[in-house]
């Protein structure tokens, strides 16, 4: 298998969970490279059910090695959880998982200041993270006051947490509100580096040996297009660059390790959080997709907000990572929609847009341009190739893959792992 980048290629929620667990079958490496906790990722296997937060899907794979790089910001708390978790169900992780000394840490302090923040913003102004403290934590990395996953295994950390800790409890006494207990959240990060001292170490080196000993590394994005930092709505953004330019800066790995990139895209578009949306529907439709598609978050529960498909989306996120094929999801859940409808184009203030604008405000005063499509009113969850669909269902495929200009690469139609096929990947 050669090196393979996946990115979500709409906001994020597209099924890259499911479609890393089908390409790590091929792997020898998973490795994420950016995000935090914010992120969830969920695989279903027979009966049972994971949701992964920050490490690489591929963990549920024997023997598959995975990787956490250094462009993300891990929650030492939250991750010694999810690995108790995921061992707790009888999946190793030790001696299988390596975390990136590089990677920023979030700390309690990040989530107090998170919360705060979506707390005080105005109603329009409101980002709607996950209040996980991602954005805070990447922030104090470009300030470069941030503290790394390394510096637990040494001395000296606590001091710098101490002041962050002073400074986090000075705004929460002004604004009267609870301060963090110092002295018990100095413990618990102690207790974490202790417990994640095993895994910790070099992934830059680590990385780049299995690259030249030709092991086959499948980069693992979250979030998506629509929610990179500089290429997404801004600012209804995460604080990561979750295009395929990230899995370079995230992992320490050069751009000509990369052999392909693929995208996951669903067969209409959901959204979490506020911002844009053109294609957004408030009506019994959406409220149909939410419902036959269990749109709902996989990390804070909120009702995912549901609308067509929108190609100049999918095709602005083709260009920005120079997807070479789609992953397409979730096609069973237009089952039994009558016409399908898919945005080919914006209109605002009388001009045609073909690509996204940079303005949110301007994204926002879109007007979507349709384009109708019949559907199949009958049943794709059995089915196990393309060629076995029904007519209505190839034909739409294959127009979202026209209009994209991008080819099918994979196609999933339901939740569970033997749902999914590959056509050419």
């Known amino acids: ?95 299988r998982l390596e975390i990136g000394d590089r990677a920023h840490i979030v700390g309690p302090w990040h989530r107090r200041i998170d919360a705060a923040r979506e707390g005080r913003a105005a109603a329009g102004a409101r980002i709607g993270t996950t209040q996980r403290g991602i954005g805070p934590a990447y922030a104090d990395k470009a300030h470069r006051a941030g503290l790394r996953l390394g510096d637990l295994l040494e001395t000296g950390w606590e001091e710098c947490a101490r002041e962050r800790l002073n400074e986090t409890n000075a705004q929460a006494a002004a604004a009267g509100t609870e301060p963090l207990d110092t002295a018990q959240t100095l413990k618990d990060l102690r207790a974490a580096g202790e417990a994640l001292k095993p895994y910790i170490g070099d992934t830059v080196a680590s990385l780049a040996a299995d690259w030249r000993a030709g092991r086959s590394i499948l980069f693992e994005g979250a979030q998506g297009t629509m929610l990179d930092i500089d290429l997404g709505t801004y600012p209804f953004v995460t604080s990561s660059n979750s295009t395929a330019g990230g899995a370079c800066t995230g992992t320490g790995l050069p751009p000509k390790a990369i052999d ?46 549901c609308g067509w498909f929108d190609a ?24 039994e929609v009558e016409t399908i409808r898919v945005c080919v184009a914006y209109t605002c203030e009388g001009r045609r847009y073909e690509t996204v604008p940079a303005s949110a405000r301007i994204l926002a005063a879109c007007k979507p341009v349709y384009a109708d499509y019949p559907g ?27 209009l994209t200009g991008v080819p099918l690469g994979i196609l999933s139609v339901g939740p569970r792992r033997d749902s999914t096929f590959r056509l050419s990947l």
């Open 260 to 305: 392909r990139v693929v995208g996951v895209v669903k067969a209409y578009t959901t959204r979490v959080g506020e911002g844009p949306f053109t294609t957004e529907l408030n009506d019994a439709m959406g409220e149909h997709l939410r419902q036959r598609g269990r749109e709902f978050g996989a990390t804070t529960g909120r009702p995912r907000r």
């Open 312 to 335: 100049v989306v999918a095709r602005y996120a083709a260009q920005v990572s120079g997807v070479d094929a789609w992953a397409i999801t979730k096609l069973d859940v237009l089952d």
């Open 376 to 402: 199949w009113r009958c049943a794709t969850s059995d089915v196990k190739q393309f060629e076995a669909l029904p007519a209505a269902a190839r034909a739409y495929v294959d127009e979202l893959c026209r």
């Open 1 to 95: 298998m050669s090196n393979t980048v996946l990115i979500g290629a709409q906001w994020g929620d597209e099924g890259k969970g499911k479609i890393v667990d089908v390409l790590a079958r091929d792997a020898d490496v998973v490795a994420r490279y950016q995000g935090g906790s914010n992120a969830g990722h969920t695989i279903e296997i027979g009966r049972e059910r994971y949701v992964l937060h920050l490490v690489p899907s591929g963990i549920l794979y024997p023997g598959k090695r995975c990787v956490i790089g250094h462009g993300l910001v891990v929650d030492p708390l939250a991750l010694v959880q999810e690995i108790r978790d995921l061992e707790a169900r009888g999946v190793t992780v030790r001696g």
